[in-house]
């Protein structure tokens, strides 16, 4: 009974996860956070490739590493990447701004697999949007993958981290994690921006100005986001606590009841 | 509660909007990509150019995102089975928990 119930469940969230992407994708145009085509100068959409390279390098190789000494890691993998895939392509329109945005899914893919492999999922998330889905651009990839999947990925993993040592509950480091995950993204994103196309301008204000203007609808959204991360979370410790154990988001002795 | 609520859902996004939106039409629903990026891009001389696949061409967008949607979708609910499946089987095993960490 129990085994059906589980299963059950299970079918649930699979039809809800495909008929909620098919529904909300289809709703509004595809527009969102990404930074379009050509809209870096060429020496700065160069430089956030550079600052990208090396991390994507090392999500691979710890990919490699972890997928080696653990089959049951890719699973975990698969899911997180479908995740980020639909997460970060998902315009979710939001009434309080009367505007379209999205989730990233980085901060809690950062947590599950750890910053690096995260920074990977997103690299590739990013580089079918931009091929397929006309959502982001080629030669903006790297400012991309920079402010939704480094910083987005280190944000909500080092937040998780140091909410959880200072024994903060689990839902409530999630829900933090995920939030400050995605603002940190759009702060990025606001930087990356400001200072490609400033021109003569000062940085500093057209930063804030950016920012301000992507506060309306990225202040919910994040919100949004945070309650995302924390039932992805609480979802696998009542399903796979020992995998949260493997994964280090957790402690051997959490789990023990 | 109400308050905090009020001003991150209401106040303080209606405050930013119409600090962001004086003298720029505003079309409901845009994406931020137009109202912000793109925006704000235009102001300082830099337009986005043509995708290299532009799939952004009538209802052809909506197809390729419904097609993303569902293959995410079915990739993300496969390994979201393989992944409760898994806790099944070691349970039958009765093989437990963890054996040691992945990192």
């Known amino acids: 009974m129990k085994v059906l ?43 956030w490739f550079v600052v990208a390279a090396p991390f994507v390098a090392a999500g691979l190789q710890r990919l490699k590493k ?141 930063f804030w100005k950016i920012l301000i203007a992507f506060i309306p609808t990225q202040l919910p959204l994040g919100i949004l986001e945070g309650a995302m991360t924390a039932g992805m979370v609480v979802l696998l410790y009542k399903k796979r606590p020992d995998l949260l154990v493997k994964m280090r988001v957790l402690k051997p002795e959490e789990i023990a009841i | 509660m109400f308050l905090l609520i009020y001003t991150v859902f209401f106040l303080f996004p209606a405050f930013s909007l119409q600090q962001h939106s004086c003298g720029a039409e505003s079309e409901k629903w845009q994406g931020i990509d137009e109202s912000v990026v793109k ?21 052809l967008l909506l197809f390729v995102f419904l097609l993303a949607g569902t293959i995410g979708g079915f990739v993300g609910g496969y390994y979201w089975r393989m992944l409760a499946e898994q806790k099944q089987d070691k349970s039958a095993d009765g093989t437990g928990n963890g054996h040691g960490n992945i990192h």
């Open chain 1, 5 to 47: 119930h589980s299963k059950s469940a299970v079918q649930g969230l699979y039809l809800l996860v495909v008929t909620t992407s098919c529904i909300v994708l289809t709703v509004c145009e595809a527009h969102a956070m990404h930074i379009s085509e050509g809209i870096l100068p060429l020496n700065w959409a160069a430089l």
């Open chain 1, 66 to 206: 972890l997928s080696a000494i653990d089959l049951s890691f890719k699973p975990l993998v698969g899911l997180m990447a479908a995740v980020v895939f639909i997460i970060s392509c998902m315009p979710i329109p939001v009434p309080s701004a009367g505007t379209c945005s999205h989730p990233c899914g980085t901060g809690m893919s950062g947590i599950l697999l750890g910053p690096t492999i995260s920074v990977l999922i997103a690299a590739v998330a990013l580089l079918i949007q931009a091929l397929f889905l006309a959502h982001g651009g080629l030669s903006t990839m790297g400012a991309d993958i920079v402010s939704m999947g480094v910083m987005g990925s280190f944000a909500g993993y080092l937040t998780f981290k140091a909410l959880r040592f200072m024994k903060v509950n689990l839902s409530i480091a999630g829900f933090m994690a995920g939030l400050l995950a995605d603002w940190a993204t759009y702060i990025t994103t606001s930087a990356e921006l400001a200072s490609g196309i400033r021109g003569d301008s000062a940085f500093v204000p057209l």
């Open chain 2, 39 to 59: 925006k704000f891009a235009k102001e300082h001389g830099r337009e986005a150019k043509e995708p290299l696949i532009n799939t952004d061409q009538g209802d």
